[in-house]
């Protein structure tokens, strides 16, 4: 029935992006079996999500046949004097192996192996899948949003103290050094979260099954429901409103200046530089180009799940999921892509979908229930804030900046705690240990 519904939203999103002379999330996937791939780390990654399935003779097997694929792409097109302008060189044969094991379920395997087997294809096609309709929405939202609501975020962000422009002139007295750390941090997050993941998965083909709530599910259910709020709560980022879209590329990328976004009717050039000035907003029209995907910040939302997820394994992995969350954090900030606001929202965003999963296996009990509904009321008394009072919020800084930091961590200390209550309740009682008997 998922994956019904799941192919039924695929398509309805490729007729979608169709009606706006784009290809959908389905054609973009399909042509990266020949074509050079967007992200062909992802499609590594994806694979590797699939092998948790196979046995190390088997992984071995398909890791060199990706290999062995990719080098024979790159010679056809080294002979052909193809030249990748778009895209990766690499992760066509990752792909072909992940549909390779796809066939050999349906054809080669049978009962449980089967299943388990087509489990596995289908977590790495859901990942890629999930990549692909996040760039559809984005599209949608630019050409169905003509106007964006950013002054209103920008004035509420004044009570926050204007982070993003604060963090954006630490990232630019960062140089390229700095500057390129974080862009590497932000654009493999789906990378990371395949990290955690694996080690979630890591006994899988051992026990042949799956556990019940992992850090994949999460990342599918926040891209899922995140771009609907897009459409509601449409937003670009202090980059593009409040700039040129290109000051951190022309000033310490090490991509050419010239591959940067352009934007249309920025309001102002203030971004970082000058703080925008505290006035009545109101909304503001925006090219068909720029995304609307800001509120709420679902980079910050993914960086929080996989925090989550990491505080169950070693040391390594719990110091580096504090690393992403704090670096992606910095990075969506300082690189103008988002305000403060956006991250509060999208801190509170995932902790409730998080609850909502947990809730949802262990049958909505009171208390997960009480706190999916406190997470949501609080997550759109934030949005009704950010919309209705604004200026008074900006004009008020010590009393609204402390409310809507005090309204994000109550959230995160009702999750602490219920999941605490959880665990302590689900952990199996001990043994009373026995007396020994005098002889």
């Known amino acids: 029935m998922a994956a019904v519904v799941a192919l039924g939203f695929l398509i309805a999103l490729e007729f979608a992006a169709r009606r706006y002379g784009l290809p959908g999330p389905i054609t973009t996937q399909t042509r990266e079996v020949i074509f050079a791939p967007k992200s062909g780390g992802l499609l590594y990654a ?52 992940i549909l390779g094991c796809g066939v050999i379920a349906v054809t080669r395997r049978t009962g449980s192996e089967r299943v388990l087997l087509l489990k596995g294809v289908g977590l790495a096609l859901l990942l890629m899948a999930g990549r692909k309709t996040g760039d559809t929405w984005l599209f949608i939202t630019s050409k169905t949003r003509p106007s964006v609501l950013d002054q209103y975020v920008a004035t509420a962000d004044h009570a926050l103290g204007d982070p993003s422009w604060l963090v954006g002139r630490i990232v630019e007295a960062s140089g390229p050094i700095g500057f390129n750390v974080l862009d590497f941090v932000y654009g493999q997050l789906p990378v990371a979260a395949v990290v955690v993941a694996l080690y979630q998965f890591r006994g899988v083909a051992a026990e042949r099954r799956f556990p019940r709530h992992h850090l994949v599910r999460t990342f599918l259910v926040i891209g899922l429901i995140g771009p609907a709020f897009y459409m509601i709560y449409p937003v670009v980022g202090p980059v593009f409103a409040y700039g040129t879209g290109t000051e951190q590329w022309a000033s310490v990328s090490l991509w050419a200046p010239e591959s940067a976004p352009s934007v249309q009717w920025a309001a102002a050039n203030l971004w970082p530089q000058t703080l925008p000035p505290i006035s009545p907003p109101q909304h503001m029209p925006f090219d068909g180009v720029t995304p609307r995907n ?14 989550i997820h990491s505080r169950k394994g070693p040391r390594l992995l719990r110091y580096a999921g504090t690393f992403w969350l704090i670096a992606t954090l910095a990075a969506t900030l300082g690189f103008g892509y988002h305000y403060g606001a956006d991250l509060i929202a999208g801190v509170v965003f995932t902790l409730t979908i998080e609850a909502g999963l947990r809730t949802f296996d262990r049958g909505w009990d009171r208390s997960g229930v009480r706190l999916v509904a406190y997470g949501a009321t609080v997550f759109a008394a934030l949005l009704v804030s950010y919309r209705y009072v604004p200026l008074d919020m900006a004009k008020h800084p010590w009393l609204a900046g402390p409310l809507l930091l005090l309204a994000m961590t109550s959230v995160i200390y009702g999750y602490v705690r219920t999941v605490a209550r959880w665990e302590a309740t689900a952990a199996p009682a001990r043994e009373p240990q026995r007396q020994l008997e005098l002889v």
């Open 294 to 307: 800001c509120m709420p910040s679902l980079h910050t939302a993914w960086a929080v799940a996989i925090f």
């Open 46 to 97: 994806s694979m590797a999500l699939m092998m948790v399935v196979l046995t190390w003779r088997q992984r071995f097997i398909a890791l060199g046949g990706a290999i062995g694929i990719d080098v024979a792409f790159s010679a056809v097109r080294w002979a052909l004097d193809v030249k990748v302008t778009e895209g990766h060189p690499f992760g066509n044969g990752a792909l072909w192996v």
